[in-house]
Nanobody, 123 residues
């Protein structure tokens, strides 16, 4: 079981990025997938989550209207489209498979984690 997050980079405020989370060794479509981020000196925080089989999606308040999570089961991939990026979005972004619990934004509710991809937004 492996998750690989990619797509990060250095952009200016207002620009966009698309992150990808590619799964290997298991069917990603059968799992809820979450995106988290961690900025230097801060705790890891939940950004978004998509439920199994294109079920409900969840977003952190500060990214609502700017970020969109989606999945392509044929490619075993979950995406996080990020638009109108702000300097406060700067962090390492991780994807993870949801395991159990009632809250999408609790890291302890996730089991397998990708290695993270750096997103840096300059002002």
């Amino acid at each position: 079981v492996q998750l690989q997050a990619s797509g990060g980079g250095l952009v200016h405020a207002g620009e966009s990025l698309r992150l990808s989370c590619i799964a290997s060794g298991f069917n990603l479509g059968g799992n809820g997938i979450g995106w988290f981020r961690q900025a230097p000196g801060k705790e890891r925080e939940g950004v978004s989550c998509i439920s199994v089989s294109d079920g409900p999606t969840y977003y952190k308040d500060s990214v609502k209207g700017r970020f969109t999570i989606s999945r392509d089961n044929a490619k075993n991939t979950v995406y996080l489209e990020m638009s109108n990026l702000k300097p406060e979005d700067t962090a390492v972004y991780y994807c993870a498979t949801f395991f159990s619990g009632s809250d999408y934004d609790v890291p302890g509710n996730y089991k397998y984690w990708g290695q993270g991809t750096q997103v840096t937004v300059s002002s």
